[in-house]
């Protein structure tokens, strides 16, 4: 056998290895501290992650998906558990009922819709995702219950005040300072949140804490139930069922579209759904939690070296081991920690990104962004969701409606087209143009991206951006995206933009300094000039 197919194998077996463990470290403080947030179990949360993760690498894409409860929907799934008064048998019928809808989105052309969900509506949900967590676990930290909706928690924890539990509390304070103040270095290496649960947990052991722990998490293999239900529960819940199901698709889709980028692959949105689906369905009928495809696992064992789906498959062993042999230690594990380890999730779930321009951001775009925001905070997610994308949709239809007048405007220059095609072949399409025609809003931004994911051999790429609207917030990051990517492919960028109020508002958002200004042009002859130039010099 060739040597060199053995040692790539190896290396691809090491990798997945490597990448499958990474993402079960991770895997465990979160899989726990959702399932206790949920209010079914940390055994629950455990078992989604091991089920869910093995059932998607099996039947799923090539590329290492870890899969399990995540924030998103572990929010989802305890307003349902709030909303149907703790009844876990409805709630597992709904978890069903989600996993079998996923089934069926798999088989339409419904997944095309989320790439037109607007960016506002996104980080807006995000953000709020990020704010109950953190909400619903201050009165953990303080050593009481935890609520199952924001304006409960909120309520209870003024009168909760009057009786903290200081055994918890301290123990949740050390484990926010380690969970924030690993340096990055360190975390990299070994997670903080792990760090934090093995060391508040020995410390509550050893100093006998009087808090509230996990107890018991069962070791067993879970036994397959089908849900029983009637066609009155069926309809009375299909709505829950949706909201889940909408959730966990769309985060499924996010994770795919990063995964992708990494790997720059193409996987197929059909088969993560169909795969997710059957998981989820699965992960029901043994009272195990639904879940998605978990962006911060994957991330994490594709970083470690990850290739194929053999990381994911790793991950669910992992966690078996650790279940089967530590079950007695995650049995005394704090609620308090797992209080402070979500608190840190929920942070890093906020989108930062956006809050650092927002201030150059659009008003119609701030205007969805705090609707979906606050709706999802204290109203319902799926109304949140489905509200943010009416208001962009007509706040756009205002914005088209408000720019529209006759105008005469010249064709592409024929003299620019011929010259255009005739530097691509005389540099050997080592100069490429290309043009963003029509508006770079957050549906175009979306489909443009995955242009710019092959251009072997290319040194320049002059883009050309000529409509006289501004860039919303989606179009802002896509930009930034194609910058990155063709960064990562040693490919510079010449930007071609007549526009001067679009060229401010590049310059507010350091768009124009992240290519650097020299390569920014009003017109498009110059810019083609620098850049024959600039191959030239190389050569000599």
Known sequence: MDIGLIKNKLNIFIGDTFG???AAIIALPQALAFGVATGIGAGAGLWGAIILSFIVAIIGTRIPMISGITGPSAIVIASVMHALNKNISS???VMFMAGLIQIILSRSALLNIVKYVPYPVISGFMNGVGIIIIILQI????????????IESIEFTFLNLASINYD???IGILT?????????????IFPSTVLALIVCTLISMKLGLDVDKISAISVDLPKIIFPHASVHDIITYFHYAVTLAIILTAESLLTGLVCDSLTKTASSPKRIIFAQGVGNAICAMTGSLAGAAATMRTVAALKAGATTCMAAIVTPVVLLLLLFKFSGFVA?????????ILIKIGYDIIDVKLLKVVKFAPKEDLYVLLLVFLLTVFYNLIVAVGAGITLAALLYAKRVADKARIVHKVVHKQDVLTLEKSVEEDFHHKIRIAHIDGQFFFGSATQLISKFDDMLGTKFLILTYDADDALDISAIFALE???????????RILLVVPNEEVQSQLEKHKILEQIGRHHVFSEEVPAINFAKKALRNKKH
């Open 176 to 188: 926010l300072a380690i969970v924030f103040g690993v340096p990055k270095k360190i975390n990299k």
């Open 481 to 491: 995206d194609i910058i990155e990517r063709l960064k990562s492919q040693h490919i």
């Open 20 to 22: 499958g463990v990474n």
């Open 91 to 93: 709630v597992i019928l």
């Open 332 to 340: 005394e594990i704090p609620l308090a920690v797992l209080a402070g």
């Open 168 to 170: 918890a509390l301290l």
């Open 139 to 150: 009165n953990p930290l303080l050593g009481h219950a935890a609520m199952s909706n924001t």
